[in-house]
């Protein structure tokens, strides 16, 4: 159904599926973050530690605040450089521009959609730096 306006205009299946799957495996990154610092390979033990680390209870108020353009320690993938560099490859890539394009502006999408999600769900005060064990 959300690919109907990309198909008529013109899109390939290809290129809407690399769309939505920008949006959706950049968050492989949280997982491979927490295998990485933990040495943990329990999905999901990562999936409750991320769950505690990056959400807190509606307040009934925004909390505004400017995007990190960094890379954060667990979510690598959404940094501002990692999107440029998949923006950069699509334009070195030839024939494949048209996907590889449409992956990062997926994983642009993702990130936005992340960004107005901390505003209603800011992460906890302590999640600035969240712990693993291994610290």
């Known amino acids: 159904m959300l690919?109907?306006?990309?198909?008529?205009?013109?899109?390939?299946?290809?290129?809407?599926?690399?769309?939505?799957t920008g949006g959706v495996l950049i968050d492989v990154d949280h997982y491979l973050s927490y295998i990485w610092h933990s040495g943990d390979l329990s999905i999901v033990r990562a999936f409750r530690f991320h769950r505690s680390a990056y959400r807190?209870?509606?307040?009934?108020?925004?909390?505004?605040?400017?995007?990190?353009?960094g890379v954060d320690r667990f979510r690598e993938f959404h940094s501002v450089p990692a999107i440029a560099t998949v923006f950069a490859a699509s334009f070195l890539a030839g024939r494949w521009r048209p996907v590889l394009s449409a992956l990062a502006w997926g994983m642009v999408s993702h990130r936005i959609l992340d960004e107005v999600a901390g505003w209603i769900h800011p992460p906890p005060a302590d999640s600035a730096r969240p712990s693993t064990g291994d610290d």
């Not at 807190?56 to 353009?69: E, I, Y």
């Open 3 to 20: 690919a109907m306006p990309l198909w008529r205009r013109g899109w390939s299946v290809t290129r809407i599926g690399a769309l939505f």
């Open 56 to 69: 807190s209870p509606f307040s009934g108020r925004l909390h505004p605040r400017w995007p990190r353009l």
